[in-house]
Nanobody, 118 residues
Framework: QVQLVESGGGLVQAGGSLRLSCAVS????????MAWLRQTPGKEREFVAN????????VYANSVKGRFTISRDNTENTLYLQMNSLKPEDTAVYYC???????????WGQGTQVTVSS
């Protein structure tokens, strides 16, 4: 099993920045990739960014490309999402997920709220 705990959410004005963290514990050697997803009420869950745990290769949603940066610290077993130039439409609950290479998000954190005011 893998446990994920997000932190770093909050309220920020448009144009501001936040950094989300996701502490990873448990069978971390089973993790192939990790991702950030987000969801707002009434909308489907949206992919934000993905990172291959071993190589650091990344993929971003077009809506965040150039503004958000996903990274990981293998020694600290922590995933990050640096969010710059935030927009009100970035308001959502952000979830950290981990995959064992199954093609699915096998593990989920509890989510952290990000609110961007205009």
């Amino acid at each position: 099993q893998v446990q994920l705990v997000e932190s770093g959410g909050g309220l920020v004005q448009a144009g501001g920045s936040l950094r989300l963290s996701c502490a990873v514990s448990g069978r971390t050697n089973s993790i192939a990739s990790m991702a950030w997803l987000r969801q707002t009420p009434g909308k489907e869950r949206e992919f934000v960014a993905n990172i291959i745990w071993s190589t650091g290769n990344t993929v971003y949603a077009n809506s965040v490309k150039g503004r958000f940066t996903i990274s990981r610290d293998n020694t600290e077993n922590t995933l990050y999402l640096q969010m710059n130039s935030l927009k009100p439409e970035d308001t959502a609950v952000y979830y950290c997920t981990a995959s064992r290479g199954t093609g699915r998000n096998d593990y989920w954190g509890q989510g952290t709220q990000v609110t961007v005011s205009s």
